[in-house]
Structure formats: structure tokens, C-alpha cells
């Protein structure tokens, strides 16, 4: 591991979903540091608040209380906008169910990501070695329904690093796929942190957590922090 | 039932919104409904109300025993009534008076006028009856005191209407109705008084024709100035509104049409949404029907009351504005016959409500169950589209994604542009009319008041290029007498002074040949070639060569063009107006002035119903108001469906939003969807408006002439920008709606 360096840093973060007598507190005061070039995975039981993390780390939701600081930049209190373009510049996500435009060629799908960030004019060349890097040259102008669910994921995976982003969180990357696809995956995710890259994986997959730097558990919203 | 209710009150949000599109698209099918019935059916209620007669005849003054005497001979015949029309009197009450006042003076029997305020006139003195226009245009009221020249002051015993014109003051004349008593009282009574109208009612009002047939040789004799059947009355009337009132009913209609689209895709997306519930509830045991029914009751549940408010709201919008036009044409409002339509439309309404929710129900639930649990809603492609990945033209994709849905919008918003395109149209032929005699292709700038001796005198006003006598003959076919036409006769060539546009065939050039309108012409199949057989109201009858047809609007294009001298041999004394036609850059007002030092009085020609200028000018800001009415109705149309792609794709949408898209990109998306849908529907509406609608009315509002509707440079580029600001503002709109949930919402989060 080379240098690390505090690349995602949440402090008391607290997010209830629900009103009145409906109202569940799924994260509570959460403190969560991520290095670049780490991969961290984060456990837990249905419904302990691990979805709901990775959305607000990546300024997919809004917190009711604590600060998330990304590449330096405070998410907390953003406007839609800012959070934009801190998503495009510094954070890829990717989806268990893989979330691919269904009318789009896998490669179309990783050149729409590429729109919004600031590769410009290098943004078709950067599409093409992405999606040549993974193995999907053959399969690049099919349709995800065309598509197998390792492909999709892989498809997935270029899309959510065709910008260079700092930071990639993925949502059970591998909950819908077979062994051997789920080990592929996991395999990219991996040597994306090579880059200096953090990841940080919600999963149930003992696969991902073999694989990760360090383990962190919710419970009850709480996070129990696990060194590996 | 009690489940269905139970299902709807856990879903409340839901339910409100969907109310909400019914309750819109009902107050737009009430407001129609009720403009559309109003109207269609206004002259057929005044009618009965005024105990409309089936002829009303005008002769010059004469003595009731001897024109009772030949009336009684005609066939058919089963009641007459007389009265005596004094024109030009002076009337005056409530601070407003004119001297062009019309009193009939009423000899019992049947009135052929209804009283719809006050009472009758009866045997109690100094009781005057007002016409309701009148009433209406002065501000008087039962009780009030009404002067008419020769009779002094007396009291409005009522308020009458009567349907053989159109109302004051859009009828240039007011007329008054008091009793032969009345008048008896101040002048003397006489045993046998002179009259001057007669009103007849047939036993048998569809053998008109023979009645009409006996009538001729009966009154040959006496100088007959009107013989005015019901028909002939009605097209006085739609000559006055009839354009409106056609538009206004197909306005109705489309907005009917855009109303349903709307309410059966609201449905559609409502039980789609609902698409992984349908699977739960058929993997419970569920059948196919059972789901269906289901969901039909919910909408249909969810519909009634909101529809119910929604036609209410709307006819009790549309009932004050539509009883003011009827007013005008001296009609009557529905009232409580309204009712009927509205339960009809009522029902209409609930109905595709039920099946907008049972088709895409049956659609949905012919997919496999296990598809259903996975919720998703639509089919994934197995197609790419050649677009690539440009914002707008995904978003072009996931409009058409839906090709029944897609179809749809475009179809109705196509129906609702061309509508708007006519209606722009019209308005601004009416605009013509109203400025320029030249739209009907009427050359002659003035009209001089003369006889056929002072020709050369006023050819030789400097200015005037030609001059000729202009008449017009009041007639019918001979053949069929029931169908009323005008005789415009000149002594020369009439085409210097008046050249509507030939459609078929040549200009005359003897006194044995005729142009007829395109009016005439429909109604009685004439072509060129083909003989016309006229009967003048005072004269024998003529027989013409057709040799062209011209589109004329002048008496609903029921003209007919020909040389004076067969009408003059008949009666030599044939007068009217000269025309005149000036020299090129000749100043109208100096010609006038010359005119008058010469002795002559001219006026200045104007479009075709120079009295009607005013009221043409409200027709056409109307017709331009309801082409607004119409926008507005695009407008929802598209925002609606726009939202709907919205919602979809909303996980493409938020999906967008996680990978850095800005409101600005999801615009740029919604803009696409919405430019795929608005540009088809403009060519839609194009293509509709020149080769169905456009000629379809140019024929209905004429009954007249075939008009060129066809919408100008400055109609079609407010459409075209029109269309343009209601595409981006329903994007803008969606694209707001669309970044106002959080991105994890969109994308199906499940907390975890």
C-alpha cells in the first residue's frame, strides 16, 4: 500500500428515515476515515444503514447531521449542483443490479458517464481502452439484455471509472453474479485502488471482505471499526 | 369494494395526484361540453321557445282581409298571424336612443315571439314588449318606461324573443312589439288595418317546398320585399357567428380528445407503476380478471368524485361567457338540458378512465409472473439505437420508448395544433374581412347614392375610374324555393368592381349567363355548363347558363353574378348604389369630397357586413382567445407527457444524476423527449390542417364559400414558437421535479 492519505473523512454522521412513530434512525453519529488506495469493505445486517452510507459518502442523499469531506471538499450542505459536479469529478458508483441504460450499447453507457467529466476531447479514447482493458471489446455494441451479468457489471465498473474518479463505492457489486463473474469484479475493483483510487464496497460477500485492506461493521447504525 | 377503498386511502399521495389529472381534464371536457352543447343547440331551443313560425313573409303595406285572403288558399297552412312593421321610429329610454327603431305593431293570434321576462301584451293600455337584445344592450328591465315616436311614453310590460335575426345591437335595428290595441287606442281603430308581415305555420314543415310552390301564384300581385323560411333564418344567423360557433364545437372536441389521452395515460402509468404488485397479487391466485377489475375500480373509484367537481367547475365556468354569445345570435342557453350531456360526459369519462386502467393492467399481466416480482415495467430492448449517447436524443429514445403511448400524444397533440392552426386562420380571415374588401375580391372603393342617369356625372369625378350601377335581387330557385339566394347585377362587366376568385369555368359575357357561389352552387349541385332557374321575389321567373363558380362569402356564398338587363325588363324602375372604382393612388377622401361637391353622397365600401365590423373584430379576438385555450391545453398535454417519461426513466434519470448530470443535462434529456413528440406532431398538424380539417371547415362555417384557411407566415411561426416555449418550459418543469428527490431514491434504494 502506498501513501495514505484521509481521501473520504465522515464525522458524526446521523441520517433517520421515517416520520413520527415510523421514524428509524438508521445511522447514528458515524466516523469513517478511507485512505486513497484502500479498499474497505463495510458488512452488516439487513437494514443496519450500510446502503444508506455509501449513498450519502457519495452525495447521493443528505445527512440530517455530521460532515462528509471528500477530496477535501465538504459534501454537507452542498447545492444539487455543486453536488454534481464533485460527483462527475470525484466519485463512481457501482450497483448490485448494475443500473446500465437499457436502450444503450454497454460502450454507450460507459460514453454517457464520460459526458460529464473532464476528459473532453479524450474521452472517446479513454472509453475505448476502458472498455478494452476490461475484456469487453467483443460484446461493446450490445444492449444490456444482450449482455451476461458479469458483462454488465464489467460494463458497470468501466462506467463508474471512465472519469478517474478519487473514490469508487459499490453497492454489492457481486450480490447478483456466479462465483467466477463475482471473482472478476472483484479482481477490477481491486486494481483500481493501484491507481490511488479508494473503493468502498457494501457487501455480504466473504470473497470481498478475504479481499479488503480493512472491514468496518454497522450495527444498529453504529460503526464498529475492524482493522485487517 | 371496501378493499378497493381501503387499498386507495394507503396510497393517499397517490390518489391526489391522480385526481388531480381527472379533475383537469374533466373541467376541460365540462367546459366544452357545455360551450359545445350550448351552441350546437342554442337556435333549435330559441325556436321553440319564440314559437318560431315556418315563413315569415314581408309585403309592401296592405290590407289584412286582402292578403288573409289569398294566405288561406295555401296548402298546408294550419295558422297565420299578422302584424303591421313600422321602421325608422324614434326610440328612446334609459338615457339611449335612436331613431332607427322597428315597432310591430301585433293583430292576436299565434306571436311567433316568446316572452322571456314579464308577460305578454294583453288588453291593459300603454304596454310595450322589448326584444331581449335590446333590453339587454339598454339596461332595461320590466316596469321601466320606453318613448317611441307617435306613441309617447309606455310601460315594458315584458322582454320578447324572436329568432328571425340576429340580436340588437349586432342587428342593426331594435325593434319593440305593441298591440294593434295599443295603437288603436291613440289613432283610431279600424276594422280592416293595414300589415305588412305575415307569419305562417305549416301542419307539415317538411313539405315546405309545396307550400312555398302554391305561394307564388297566390300573392302574384303584391310586392313582396322578404319571404324568410327557418332555414333561410338560420343561415342569416350562422352568417353572423357561424364560423365561432363550428370552431368552438371542434375546440370542444379536441379538447375532449386531449382530455381523454391525458386521463388514459395518467391510468396507464398509475397501474404500471404498480406492475411488481400485480405479480404479488397473481402469484397469490389471482386471476388475470380479478387484477384487471380490480384495477379498473380503483381508477374509476379514484375518477367519480374528481370528475364529478372537475365537469361542475367547468360548465359553471363555460355557461356565462356561452349564454353572452348566445345572447348576441338571440338564442337561449340549455339550462337544465345541459345536464344530460354533462351526465353523458360523466360517464365518458369514467369509462376510459376504466379502460385506461384495464388495458395496461391485461397488457401487463399477460408477462410472466416472475417478470412482474422483478417490477420491472417495461420490456428491456434488445435493440441499440443509433443515437449514441447525447442527452438529447436518449431522451428522443425514452419518449418513443412507449410506442403506443408515443403515438398517442403525438396524435392528439397534432389534432390540437391543427386546430390552432385553423383557428389562427380564421381569425385572421376574419380580420380581413373586416378591413379589406379586396379578401372578397371587391374592387370598388365607394358607393354612391344615384340612379343609372347620373353615371356619366360621376364617371367624370376626378379620381373615379369606373362607375356602374350595382343591384341586388332578392330570389330563389325555382326549383327549389326553399333555398334563398342574392342577385348581384351590374349593366356592364361586373369584374372591374368585383372579381371574386373563379374556382371552375369563365366570367359571363352576355346577360343570358351567371357566376354563382360556391354556397349556391354546393346546395344545389350547380356546375358550369348548368342552368340556373330564378325566381325573384318580385318578378316571373329567369333562366341563366351557369358558366362559372366563384367563392364568394357575401349571403353564405349564395350569389349570383350577372348582367342587369333581363332583371330590368321585368322591372324597369330596378335601382342601387353606384359603385365606384377609383384610379390607382387616387385618395378615397378626396374622391368623396369631390363626390359631394358634385352633389353626390358616397360612402366608403368596407368587408363584407359593414354593420358586423365590430362584431368581427370580437369574433376574431375570440377565436384567437380560444387558440390560446387550445396552447394552454398542448401545454398540459406535453408537461403531462414528459412527466410521465420522467417518472419511467426515473432510475435512468437519477442514475444520470449519480454519475455527475446537471439540471441543465437532465433538461437537455427532457428537451429530446419532448422535441420527439412535439416535431411529429407538427408535421401531424400540418399535414391535417391543409388536407382534412382546413377544407372540412372551410365548408362547415360556409355552408358559404370554400375559404383558403390555410394558416399565414406569422400564424405558423407563433404556433411553431409557441410549441418551442411549451416544449422547454415542460422540460425545465420535469427536469425540476425530476433533481428535487434525493439521486437514491431514484435509484430504488433499499435501505440496508
Known amino acids: 500500500m502506498g501513501v495514505l492519505t484521509a481521501l473520504l473523512r465522515v464525522r458524526g454522521l446521523t441520517k433517520t428515515v421515517g416520520q413520527g412513530r415510523a421514524a428509524r434512525r438508521v445511522l447514528d453519529r458515524v466516523e469513517l476515515d478511507v485512505q486513497a488506495g484502500e479498499l474497505v469493505a463495510v458488512v452488516g445486517s439487513s437494514g443496519s444503514g450500510k446502503s444508506t452510507l455509501l449513498h450519502l459518502a457519495g452525495g447521493l442523499d443528505r445527512a440530517d447531521a455530521g460532515t462528509i469531506e471528500l477530496a477535501g471538499e465538504r459534501l454537507d450542505g452542498r447545492s444539487e449542483r455543486v453536488l454534481a459536479r464533485l460527483r462527475a469529478r470525484h466519485v463512481g458508483f457501482v450497483f448490485q443490479a448494475f443500473h446500465l441504460v437499457p436502450e444503450l450499447s454497454g460502450e454507450e453507457n460507459v460514453r454517457l458517464a464520460a459526458r460529464f467529466g473532464a476528459h473532453g476531447a479524450q474521452a472517446p479514447a479513454r472509453v475505448a481502452a476502458l472498455v478494452d482493458a476490461l ?44 462465483a467466477e463473474s463475482g471473482a472478476v469484479v472483484l479482481a477490477l475493483l481491486r486494481a483500481a485502488t493501484r491507481d490511488g483510487r479508494a473503493v468502498l464496497v457494501v457487501t455480504h460477500d466473504a470473497a470481498v471482505t478475504a479481499s479488503a485492506d480493512r472491514v468496518v461493521t454497522l450495527r444498529d447504525g453504529r460503526l464498529l471499526c475492524g482493522e485487517r | 369494494m371496501r378493499r378497493a377503498l381501503t387499498r386507495l386511502r394507503r396510497e393517499r399521495r397517490r390518489v391526489l395526484a391522480s385526481a388531480l389529472v381527472t379533475l383537469a381534464a374533466a373541467l376541460a371536457v365540462g367546459v366544452s361540453t357545455t360551450v359545445g352543447y350550448a351552441l350546437a343547440t342554442g337556435y333549435e331551443r330559441a325556436a321553440q321557445r319564440s314559437d318560431q313560425p315556418d315563413v315569415l313573409a314581408r309585403f309592401a303595406p296592405v290590407r289584412r282581409s286582402a292578403l288573409d285572403a289569398r294566405l288561406r288558399r295555401l296548402p298546408n297552412v294550419v295558422r297565420i298571424s299578422y302584424r303591421g312593421e313600422v321602421n325608422r321610429v324614434g326610440l328612446a329610454a334609459n338615457g339611449r336612443s335612436t331613431r332607427n327603431g322597428a315597432v310591430h305593431i301585433v293583430h292576436g293570434g299565434r306571436r311567433g315571439y316568446g316572452v322571456v321576462a314579464g308577460h305578454d301584451l294583453g288588453s291593459r293600455s300603454g304596454e310595450v314588449l322589448v326584444e331581449r337584445g335590446v333590453a339587454t344592450a339598454w339596461g332595461l328591465r320590466v316596469g321601466d318606461e320606453l318613448r317611441i315616436g307617435g306613441l309617447g311614453a309606455l310601460r315594458i310590460a315584458g322582454v320578447a324573443l324572436s329568432v328571425d335575426n340576429v340580436a340588437f345591437p349586432l342587428a342593426a335595428v331594435p325593434r319593440v312589439y305593441v298591440s294593434a290595441a295599443e295603437v288603436g287606442r291613440r289613432f283610431g281603430r279600424e276594422r280592416d288595418p293595414v300589415v305588412n308581415v305575415a307569419l305562417l305555420w305549416l301542419a307539415d314543415p317538411g313539405r315546405l317546398d309545396i307550400t312555398l310552390s302554391a305561394a307564388r301564384p297566390a300573392i302574384f300581385g303584391l310586392r313582396t320585399e322578404q319571404l324568410l323560411t327557418r332555414r333561410g333564418v338560420r343561415q342569416a344567423i350562422d352568417q353572423a357567428a357561424g364560423v365561432v360557433i363550428a370552431l368552438l364545437i371542434v375546440f370542444g372536441v379536441v379538447a375532449a380528445a386531449c382530455a381523454g389521452a ?46 364529478a367537481l372537475g365537469l361542475t367547475a367547468g360548465a359553471l365556468l363555460a355557461i356565462g361567457p356561452a349564454t353572452t354569445l348566445l345572447g348576441f345570435l338571440n338564442e337561449v342557453a340549455p339550462g337544465a338540458a345541459l345536464l344530460a350531456p354533462l351526465a353523458a360526459a360523466y360517464t365518458g369519462l369514467l369509462a376510459v378512465v376504466a379502460a385506461g386502467a384495464a388495458w395496461p393492467a391485461w397488457q401487463v399481466t399477460r408477462r410472466p409472473i416472475a417478470a412482474l416480482l422483478r417490477g420491472g415495467d417495461l420490456s428491456p430492448p434488445t435493440r441499440r439505437i443509433r443515437a449514441g449517447a447525447r442527452p438529447a436524443l436518449l431522451g428522443a429514445r425514452f419518449a418513443t420508448a412507449r410506442r403506443g403511448r408515443w403515438l398517442g400524444s403525438v396524435v392528439v397533440l397534432g389534432v390540437a395544433i391543427a386546430t390552432v392552426l385553423l383557428v389562427l386562420a380564421v381569425a385572421d380571415l376574419l380580420v380581413a374581412l373586416r378591413d ?13 347614392t344615384g340612379d343609372r342617369s347620373d353615371l356619366p356625372a360621376v364617371r367624370a369625378v376626378p379620381g373615379v375610374a369606373a362607375a356602374d350601377q350595382r343591384t341586388t335581387i332578392e330570389a330563389a330557385d325555382s326549383f327549389s324555393l ?46 358550369p355548363g348548368g342552368q340556373l332557374a330564378l325566381q325573384p321575389v318580385n318578378g316571373r321567373e329567369l333562366r341563366f347558363r351557369v358558366v362559372g363558380v366563384v367563392r364568394a362569402l357575401e349571403n353564405n356564398g349564395r350569389v349570383v353574378y350577372a348582367r342587369s338587363a333581363r332583371f330590368e325588363r321585368d322591372d324597369p324602375d ?4 353606384i359603385a365606384v372604382r377609383l384610379d390607382a393612388g387616387a385618395d378615397r377622401g378626396d374622391v368623396l369630397r369631390a363626390l359631394a361637391a358634385a352633389g353626390f353622397a358616397g360612402r366608403a365600401s368596407a368587408g363584407t357586413t359593414t354593420s358586423n365590423r365590430s362584431f368581427l373584430g370580437i369574433l376574431a379576438t375570440v377565436l384567437r382567445t380560444v387558440a390560446l385555450a387550445i396552447g394552454l391545453v398542448c401545454l398540459a398535454a406535453i408537461t403531462q407527457a414528459l412527466a410521465l417519461t420522467a417518472r419511467d426513466r426515473r432510475r435512468a434519470l437519477a442514475l444520470l444524476r449519480a454519475g455527475g448530470a446537471s439540471r441543465h443535462t437532465l433538461g437537455a434529456l427532457l428537451g429530446g423527449a419532448a422535441a420527439a413528440v412535439l416535431l411529429p406532431a407538427l408535421a401531424f398538424a400540418l399535414a ?34 409557441g410549441l418551442a416555449l411549451a416544449g422547454t418550459i415542460a422540460a425545465l418543469a420535469a427536469a425540476r421535479t425530476a433533481t428535487r428527490e434525493p439521486v437514491a431514491t431514484g435509484l430504488g434504494r433499499a435501505d440496508g
Do not use: W
Request: proline letters at 7%; zero cysteines.
Open chain 2, 436 to 448: 379589406d374588401p379586396g379578401t372578397l375580391g371587391r374592387r370598388y372603393a365607394l358607393t354612391v
Open chain 1, 135 to 178: 475484456g469487453l471489446r467483443p460484446v461493446a455494441r450490445s444492449v444490456p439484455a444482450q449482455l451476461s451479468g458479469g458483462e454488465q457489471q464489467r460494463f458497470a465498473i468501466a462506467r463508474a471509472l471512465v472519469n478517474d474518479p478519487a473514490l469508487v463505492l459499490a453497492d454489492e457489486p457481486t450480490g447478483n453474479l456466479d
Open chain 2, 688 to 721: 391535417l390542417e391543409r388536407l382534412v380539417l382546413g377544407p372540412i371547415v372551410a365548408r362547415l362555417t360556409a355552408d358559404y364559400a370554400t375559404l383558403p384557411l390555410h394558416p399565414g407566415g406569422v400564424g405558423l411561426a407563433v404556433v411553431g414558437g
Open chain 2, 482 to 527: 326553399t333555398e334563398p339566394l342574392r342577385v348581384i347585377a351590374y349593366r356592364g362587366d361586373h369584374v372591374p368592381f368585383e372579381a371574386p376568385p373563379l374556382q371552375s369555368g369563365r366570367r359571363l359575357r352576355s346577360a343570358g349567363e351567371v357566376e354563382v357561389g360556391d354556397g349556391l352552387a354546393d346546395a344545389l349541385g350547380l356546375r
Open chain 2, 262 to 307: 391525458m386521463l388514459a395515460a395518467a391510468a396507464d402509468a398509475r397501474v404500471r407503476r404498480r406492475a411488481a404488485v400485480l405479480g404479488i397479487e397473481r402469484a397469490l391466485g389471482a386471476s388475470r380478471a380479478q387484477v384487471v377489475g380490480d384495477q379498473a375500480l380503483d381508477a374509476v373509484l379514484i375518477a367519480a368524485p374528481a370528475a
Open chain 2, 574 to 577: 330596378l335601382g342601387g348604389p
